[in-house]
């Protein structure tokens, strides 16, 4: 959808188109739809690209090297592609917090607004301010507004963090579909030492159950099949002493949801009763992303990660007893500080050891401000990075193929997504495991739950054929 900009402006003539583009993770998906919401509130419309929107807002992420460097570019990119023709741009999410004075400092992005994850019920407030209050820059082509020079007094500005926002009363603005993103907690209390998130993100907080049970009623209402819980550390939530086994167990109860999933928990989290709700309630999914960043006990230490090696195993155990089949996924971090090849080892006995579905490896990257950037030497080198990451790949790789091939021949219900982009003769759903599976395209249409024989495999995902009905 394209509009016109000049048929949408405000009473002084500033255009309300906006363009969000959202970089990271699922939780910034689900606050560029709270974003969407409290702009849409304001009168505001939403473009499909940067070239026709009157501000371009970027939900940024910070939590590895190579994310910030493509806000980066994009920023430079929208700014030549304008060729001079004004747009407000802004930086939201965990760029803003964590980078906060040096966005603005920088002349050649030349910034109009930095705005942080607690503070977007303010941007209508923000927008207007900056608009009303600037006049066009005459140095810098392309932007419409002086560079920022004082932060604390520019109105476009704002990267508090809050004890306590939830935006427990905003119903995010979202596209429709089969899944829906609800963050029930955020922030995170945990410091690894590697991650910049509880910088950005500041301290955890939980919504009430109530209101979370309240979203996730409206969202059945609105057609979605499935909800996949957010949080930073999202088995940490608590609200008035209920725990996280308990909103599962609440929000299975909503009958027309019926798969529920979350990401992403931490393995120090994970008491006995949740792992019973992961095998008794049949609408939990068989599904758990367990990130183990590391396999050796001194590296696992010095990340500030609690737990061990073998209590991870021992967890991993306790959950496939309790579920038997259940998918399990993890991160893997290589060359984290002082990480010796020996030590790297037991990283690979581990994943050879949990036997993950399916796994996200990163190669270590410092992050601003960090305990392992204040006190460690980011010391292994890059080439050794690049050694660990192609051969742990490799074998998890060789794993997931052989998960995925052990699944031929049975039976899986799919939850069917989308029609499949190439040729269109194809739909695919996932499974309750969250793995991808193609179907002959048939009259499904998405949320449509099929039962269908798996017929071939590869390491990512999976083909199958409907039973007759
Ligand atoms: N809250 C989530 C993780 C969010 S970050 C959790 O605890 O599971 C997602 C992943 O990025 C992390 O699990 C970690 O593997 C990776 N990551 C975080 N900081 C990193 C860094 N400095 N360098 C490389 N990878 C990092
Ligand atoms: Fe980062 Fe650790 Fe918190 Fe995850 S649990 S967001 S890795 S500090
Ligand atoms: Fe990135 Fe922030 Fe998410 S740093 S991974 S967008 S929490």
Known sequence: MT?????????????????????G?????????????????AGYVFVDGANEADIVLLNTCSVRENAHRKVYGHIHEIRHKRQGRPVVIGVLGCMATGLRQELMDDRALALDLVVGPDSYKRLPQILTAIRAGLKPAPTLQGARYPMITTTMEHPGYDVTLSEFETYADVYPTRSAGVNAW??????????????????????????????????VKRLADDGFKQVTLLGQNVNSYRHDGKDFAHLLDEISKIKRIARIRFTSPHPKDFPESLIRVLGENPKVCKQVHLPLQAGNDR??????RHYTGAVFMDLVTRIRRACPGIALS???????????GLEFNDTVRLMQEAAFDSAFIFKYSVRPNTEAERRLKDDVPEKEKTERIVRINKIQTDISLGKNKALIGQIEPVLIESVVLSKGNSV????????????????????????ARITAATPHQLKGEPLAS
């Not at 993770?25 to 509130?41: F, P, T």
């Not at 963050?183 to 945990?190: E, F």
């Not at 590296?299 to 500030?304: E, G, I, Q, R």
């Not at 993890?330 to 990480?339: L, N, R, S």
């Open 3 to 23: 509009i016109s900009s000049s048929l949408m402006s405000d009473d002084k003539g500033f255009g309300k188109a906006v363009y969000i583009a959202t970089y």
């Open 428 to 451: 695919y759903g996932r499974n309750d495991a969250n793995k991808i599976v193609v179907l002959p395209k048939g009259n499904f249409k998405p949320g449509d739950m099929v039962q």
């Open 299 to 304: 590296v696992l230490a010095l990340m500030n």
């Open 330 to 340: 993890t991160d893997i971090i290589v060359g984290f500080p002082t990480e010796t």
């Open 182 to 215: 609800v963050a029930v907690m955020r922030g995170c209390n945990n410091f690894c030492s590697f991650c910049i998130v509880p910088y950005t993100r500041g301290r955890e907080r939980s919504r009430p159950v109530e209101n979370v049970l309240d979203e």
């Open 25 to 41: 993770c699922q939780m910034n998906e689900y606050d560029s739809e709270l974003v969407r919401s409290i702009l849409a509130q």
